[in-house]
């Protein structure tokens, strides 16, 4: 398909997934104002809010009503996968003639916070499926919101977990400046 073929309504978020399917903000101006993009894009936008989440029972039980998983869900992360693999085939979760999907979750620092190693392991079922989903044409995007201006989360797998362009810090976040280099000592003045 050439740039001129390319569907309009999946400008924006293929420029979010030019970096990686998992985009990280602080800012709720700056999420919101994506959000509304990808919604004027086409996107399905499926909106949770983490930081009520303290359990991975409490996770399992807000992405099955929002992904109108089937009834038979089995609430672990095995059974995750698996309808997360249905929702990006379109079995359900998001209308067939969406862009794509995108699952925003907000305050996900507190719900990493209690539960670090099922946050991590629902990242990477979703980045795995973004993925795979690529393959296939379709998109999915996972925009994570922090209350901590600096959330630190490396990857998912193989995907990079970045933070929005917005927010993404320089080469030196202002936090992290070097000193400048000290002169060895033969060279100093006496």
């Given at each position: 398909?050439?740039t001129g073929d390319r569907d309009p309504r999946r400008v924006e978020g293929a420029k979010l997934l030019s970096d990686s399917s998992l985009i990280l903000f602080h800012r709720m101006t700056g999420l919101v104002q994506t959000l509304t993009a990808l919604r004027m894009d086409g996107y399905h936008v499926v909106s949770?809010?983490?930081?009520?989440?303290?359990?991975?029972?409490?996770?399992?039980?807000?992405?099955?009503?929002?992904?109108?998983?089937?009834?038979?869900?089995?609430?672990?992360?095995?059974?995750?996968?698996?309808?997360?693999?249905?929702?990006?085939?379109?079995?359900?979760?998001?209308?067939?003639?969406?862009?794509?999907?995108?699952?925003?979750?907000?305050?996900?620092?507190?719900?990493?916070?209690?539960?670090?190693?099922?946050?991590?392991?629902?990242?990477?079922?979703?980045?795995?499926?973004?993925?795979?989903?690529?393959?296939?044409?379709?998109?999915?995007?996972?925009?994570?919101?922090?209350?901590?201006?600096?959330?630190?989360?490396?990857?998912?797998?193989?995907?990079?977990?970045?933070?929005?362009?917005?927010?993404?810090?320089?080469?030196?976040?202002?936090?992290?400046?070097?000193?400048?280099?000290?002169?060895?000592?033969?060279?100093?003045?006496?």
């Open positions: 398909m050439s949770l809010e983490a930081s009520t989440w303290r359990t991975a029972q409490q996770m399992h039980a807000a992405l099955a009503v929002a992904l109108d998983f089937p009834a038979h869900y089995g609430n672990n992360l095995d059974a995750l996968n698996d309808c997360l693999g249905e929702v990006a085939a379109h079995a359900y979760g998001f209308p067939a003639d969406a862009t794509g999907l995108v699952l925003a979750m907000t305050g996900f620092d507190h719900f990493a916070s209690a539960s670090p190693d099922v946050a991590r392991a629902l990242l990477d079922i979703f980045a795995t499926h973004s993925r795979n989903a690529q393959l296939q044409g379709e998109q999915l995007l996972c925009l994570i919101q922090s209350s901590l201006p600096r959330f630190p989360l490396e990857s998912a797998g193989p995907t990079p977990i970045v933070w929005n362009k917005a927010e993404r810090p320089g080469p030196f976040p202002s936090d992290l400046v070097p000193e400048p280099p000290k002169r060895p000592w033969w060279r100093r003045s006496r």
